[in-house]
């Protein structure tokens, strides 16, 4: 951070998916909240949420621990947690929670449950976007993003490839349309009001494309630390250089604010 200029930092714990009974996710919640409590104006974290198919209201527990007693600024999701996907019915009372308090939610891909398909590649390199693009589309036609709309979800990675195929994806209304009822608006409408960050998509290529979609105001900064190149120089980005300076202000640091107010005033306040 110190390398690169940057103030503060939202962070999760990126073992988080193997957390899945509340003793477990407890011990590292409270972790993020000692981080958090030492230096406020520095970091925010996103608390894990243990899930198991059989105990879906562990979850719901755990959330609103983590957010009223322990103070921590929204939750980290997966794209599928163990086979079980975001849109599942299996998500409803949590969702159901988070939508009443407009909470903010990251979603970071997973490996799909049935491993991946060419395994001579790491997960990272195309299995992670690609299962964000299911996780994305389930919301949709799940109806999910219809009953929650206040959960401030953000999408690493600029929603994988989602962008890319968000009119393959609008096409199933019309070629199956009993498959896509309960979605009551195009892909393109859905994709206008979730967040999307640029962790390992930091690029005017990815960047370019995800505006053709989301509002400008959508797109929020992600390194993905550690696992991001490391470039030499004060710039970490240096592709976004190319942006107008107002455009990139607003990617950088201005639009996570509503994600993450609490920070935002705190980095302010400290000037």
């Known amino acids: 951070m110190d390398r690169y200029g940057i103030d503060a930092t939202v962070v999760s714990m990126g073992g988080a998916l193997e957390a899945q009974d509340a003793d477990s ?4 919640n409270e972790e993020l909240a000692e981080l958090v409590r030492a230096r406020p104006s520095r970091f925010g974290a996103l608390a894990i949420i243990p899930f198991q198919a059989r105990e879906p209201e ?29 849109g599942d019915p299996l998500w409803e009372q949590l969702l159901a929670e988070l939508d009443r308090r407009g909470a903010y939610a990251f979603v970071h891909p997973a490996t799909p449950p049935t491993g991946a398909v060419l395994g001579t590649y790491p997960d990272w390199l195309f299995e992670y976007p690609f299962d964000t693009t299911r996780a994305i589309t389930h919301l949709v036609y799940s109806g999910a993003f219809d009953r929650y709309p206040n959960i401030r979800f953000q999408f690493a990675h600029l929603g994988g490839a989602t962008v890319f195929l968000t009119h393959r994806l609008d ?29 390992l998509s930091n690029n005017l290529l990815a960047v370019d494309a995800t505006r053709m979609v989301a509002p400008l105001e959508h797109i929020v900064y992600g390194s993905d ?22 455009e990139r202000a607003k990617i950088d640091y201005q639009n996570a604010a509503a994600l993450v107010p609490r920070l935002a005033a705190a980095v302010a306040a400290r000037g």
């Open 25 to 28: 996710a407890r011990t590292g």
């Open 58 to 86: 562990m979850a719901v527990a755990e959330a609103v621990h983590a957010l009223d007693n322990l103070g921590l600024d929204g939750v980290a999701l997966f794209s599928n947690h163990h086979g079980t996907y975001l």
């Open 171 to 199: 096409s199933l209304s019309k070629r199956e349309p009993d498959k896509a009822m309960r979605a009551s608006r195009t892909v393109a409408d859905y994709l206008r009001h979730p967040y999307f960050d640029t962790g």
């Open 225 to 246: 630390w550690p696992y991001l190149a490391q470039p030499a120089g004060n710039d970490p980005t240096e592709d976004l250089n190319r942006l107008d300076p107002e």
